[in-house]
């Protein structure tokens, strides 16, 4: 928890920040809190059987404008649920892996339209006995990239965002030998961008 206040606290004071750098009246500054789905996976070697699982995920996002024209950076601290799903003759088990994970997205605007991209770091938030017992042991931190694109309706004072983004996770979570797991999902939310 301590973590994740942290975390927001310096996505928020880059905002801050930015904010006193420009003119009152154009800030170019906008606060996004989000929330929707993620459609989950992962990539395991030598591993068959494992399917796709959807979950919650949640967050807050500052975009920056840059001065460039139409582009700007968004760094955001999100709440998100990653794992796979294992079916077989029995049933099927579902893994969850949970993350504070924070993107930071150079950000392209063409008119309502945008495209995004970023790396990404990502804290797990504890494991369960069941994790445990089915992966071992498993890193805390996952390295990713983020690519995407979205609308930004006009919507009253500020924008509705409609946001779809894939995640391609690059650090195997994995720390047993010879085992290779590497997390992949993609997130759809639906958000508010408040300008400053």
Known sequence: MKKFLA???LVLGLGVQAQTTEPKKESGIELIPKAGINIASQSIKNVNGEKSKTSFQAGL???IQTGIKNFSIQPE??????????????????????????????KYSFGPVYVNAGPSIGFLMGKNDKLKAAYGKTRSVDFG?????????????????VDGRYNLGLSNISDEKGVD????????????AIPL
């Open 61 to 63: 996002g500052v975009n």
């Open 145 to 161: 990239l983020q690519m995407g694109a979205g609308l930004a309706i006009p919507a009253g004072p500020g924008k509705v965002i």
């Open 77 to 106: 601290v999100n709440f998100i649920s990653k794992g796979t799903k294992f079916k077989n003759n029995y049933g099927s088990e579902t893994y969850n892996f949970n993350y504070i994970e924070v993107p930071v997205l150079a």
């Open 7 to 9: 975390i927001t606290a």
């Open 181 to 192: 797991v590497k997390n992949r999902g993609f997130a759809i939310s639906l958000g508010y």
